[in-house]
């Protein structure tokens, strides 16, 4: 039986657990460093265990590591690195739902060598995202045309009984996560040109998206949008906007 270990018990831990203890080939440990919230997330099934494991403590958490067939980390991203340095020491391959870090990209090479595979932004943003943008990209260019212009939007949308805080937003995943991506400046591209915002002003200017049967939103530019002109493989394109 294969046993994959997840680090944090978090609001995004819980489906995956779900998700994996549903697979009756799938021994799950769930590590946190409070007892009761990996308890909660593993009671009633035979084949989940719960662990108190603090990361910052890297004995313990090479030894969790080396217990495991597959590690996937869902704790706050400033923690990746060493989790991966940890990983690729002992061979096993790493998944994470957040953006490549150039902490995590200098691993790379290290991972290569070694043979780990070391997988991010496997989340819904980043994530799911990347794969729909690149499924509508390919059959665009398959079918001979040209993307001139790329626009993505993604967030939590309340129901509007459910829409009970200042923000008007649903917290998926850690509310201190949410604040501290709104301290990220912006840079995307419209019509041709290079527009920066700095983090100060991310939410002054926000821009009204309307969805049938929905209402209207509220939708702000997330980081460097410019990139995935290259990323996803369309240099002609005019606006690329994430």
């Excluded at 991203?77 to 490549?100: C, D, K, Q």
């Excluded at 700095?198 to 049967?213: D, K, N, Q, W, Y």
């Amino acid at each position: 039986m294969n046993k994959v270990l997840v680090l944090g018990a978090g609001l995004v831990a819980r489906p995956l657990v779900r998700y994996l203890l549903e697979r009756p080939g799938l021994a799950v440990t769930v590590a946190d460093v409070e007892a009761g919230r990996a308890e909660a997330l593993v009671a009633g099934h035979t084949r989940g265990a719960a662990e108190v494991l603090d990361i910052a403590d890297r004995a313990a958490l090479s030894a969790a590591i080396e217990r495991a067939d597959l590690v996937v980390s869902l704790v706050p991203y400033t923690f990746h690195p060493l989790i991966a340095e940890l990983a690729v020491e002992s061979g096993r391959p790493m998944v994470t739902a957040s953006y490549v870090s150039p902490a995590m990209r200098a691993l790379d090479e290290r991972a290569k060598a070694k043979g780990v595979i070391l997988l991010n932004e496997l989340g819904l943003d980043p994530g799911i995202d990347h794969m729909e943008a690149m499924r509508i990209i390919h059959e665009a260019h398959e079918a001979g045309r040209s993307v001139l212009g790329f626009t993505s939007w993604c967030g939590g949308l309340p129901a509007p009984e459910a829409n009970t805080n200042p923000f008007g937003y649903k917290f998926s995943w850690s509310p201190r996560g949410v604040l501290l991506a709104s301290k990220n400046s912006a840079r995307f591209l419209k019509d041709g040109r290079i527009v920066t915002i700095p983090a100060a002003e991310l939410f002054a200017r926000p821009e009204t998206i309307g969805i049938p049967g929905l209402g209207d939103f509220e939708g702000y530019p997330n980081r460097d949008s410019v990139a995935y002109r290259e990323t996803y493989g369309i240099p002609e394109a005019l606006t690329v906007l994430r």
